[in-house]
């Protein structure tokens, strides 16, 4: 059915469900991140947070802060991104035409980009009389919001037996996979993260895949949903978002191809069961670095393919140098940190 | 511009032809999905109703001089008011006449007894007028006559259908699926008093949740799906027990893991729930027997076997 939207924020939160085979569908956003902000700075306006004069602000270099523009540009209000220097020349144009002020901080002597961030964040807020930060890693309306694509997975697909997305700020994937299960509680999660990422129990490291994995744990981040969680390297996501374009003709970003290339596995592993994928973002903003061969080749991250199946590992604290998966069985975090540690006890 | 009711009077028959007036509807057994759901700009209770066409109600309607309207007994206020408002509705001059009411639904078990009794009433009136009335002024009569009604008077279609505003939240595109109910009296003896009991107050999380029930159940119509419909029963079988709860649920739940059935169903506003199978899938008669057997071991009274 045809339909009007009011606005592009009404238009870019729902998803296109796309047949990637008789089992396995995609969810492709044009912008997933669009979700959580636009529901989170409708409550607060709702919820009487938002005066005329108030500024919202938040820290992230990001697909949510370009989610924050659009709606800020739409409802007239000021926006102030605190950001690092990592932050994309094309997006930082992208989000300074929509009349969002970028602050780039540089790292601090400790704590890294992160921590610099943060400070910078709370000296802005004390300096403005009204401000309003949708904190997306830890304000439970983050993933609330997931509702929506929830909603459109049951109307289009019904019973949905397997999710698989990338994980971030744990909102997406948490907040779907809870109200999946109100329909189908056996409903199989999938969490894929990069090594080096500390959001599943490996320490903190240097990361070339970004816009899935984290530095610190976001409270948003329920690990009890997760029956499995995958890490990729950069290498194989570029090259699954690569076949994604070739093969499906879908044109996403490097997480969408970390995501892909666990749920095609996962779907032909499983015939019979129904597996969805969330597709969070577009391939424009990577068209120098994940569509640019040259750029793969010189940054040794040319792949010629991908592996057929990852590499089952039993300690999810171990960064590793290729696909892998991990049993995690809706498990908390320290239920599976402290079972690693054991083992490793054990072993000496 | 005449109003639909002046011409449906328009079409009555003359005052000497009036005749016996008969009118039917048949009892429902609770809800597949019962919640809140956006409608409009707001936010309204409704329920979608398993129809019961094996019981119902018939009412007669014999007009008769005067204006008093003779009812079968006490308890039927709701009758006898059904009947003023439909004479009212057809003609200027209300007149009165006898109710006789025959119905096979048990009451209190939230079978929709009232509603029923309550819409052959309607009918019967409107027969003795000659004429039919339209299935929305069925239902605002209805719904005058009792403070909330159930979408018994909607046969053709399924509709979430919000009870207590007795309006049509939705039409749903297709019809149910053919599904097998095997249902029971959760609480014999004890019948639920449906005006009663205040609205259920649902959380934020609940209402999230019934968003995503009501795209299951286009989906599973769509598709012909028991077995998610049968999901969407029990989702919505389970939040009902925070407000209305159902002694039995836990093992109703039970059994139909243990049987494999595709849901359970339970009243909105009663004791009455069933365990839904799919019959496209093999076997199901002997996971009928079985979960009969199981339920009558518990003791619960079984109040038919329903296959539309």
Redesign the interface.
Known sequence: MATSFPDVTAAYQIPKVIRLADNLYGLCFTLMKMIPARHILRRAEEDGLLEPETVVVETTSGTFGLALAMHTARTGRRLILVSDPAVDERLLRRLTDLGAVVERVSAAARGGYQSARLRRLAEIRRSLPSTYCPEQYSNPDNP?SY?LV??????????VDCLVGPVGSGGSMCGTTR??R???PECTAIGVDSHHSVLFGQPDGPRVLRGLGNSLLPPNLDHTVFDSVHWCTAAEAFRATRELHREHALFMGPTSGAAYLVARWYAREHPDALTAVLLPDEGFRYLDTVYDDAWLAGEGLALESVPDAPVVVDDATVPGTRWSAFAWGRRTRAEVVAGAAEVLEGAR | MLSSTHRRVARCLPAQQRRVGIGTAHAHHGELLQGAFSHGDGVVHALVTLPYPALGSRVEFHPAAGTGVELPGPGYEKVGRAVELTLRALSDEPRGGRVVVTSDIPRGLGMGSSTSDVTAAIRAVADSRGTVLSEEEVVRLATLAEVACDSIMITDRVVLFAHRAGEVVETFKAALPRMVVLGCDTDPGNPVDTLAHTPARYD?HEL??F??????L???LE?G?V??LG??AT?SARINQRHLPNRALDLLLDIAAQVGAAGVQVAHSGTVAGLIFDPARPGWPSRVSRARARMRAAGLSLTGVLDA
């Open positions: 609330r509702a929830a909603e459109v997975l049951a109307e289009t697909l019904g019973q109200l999946l109100s329909v189908v | 934020d999230t949740v968003r995503v029930l009501r795209g299951a286009r989906r599973a598709i799906d077995g998610l999901r969407v989702a």
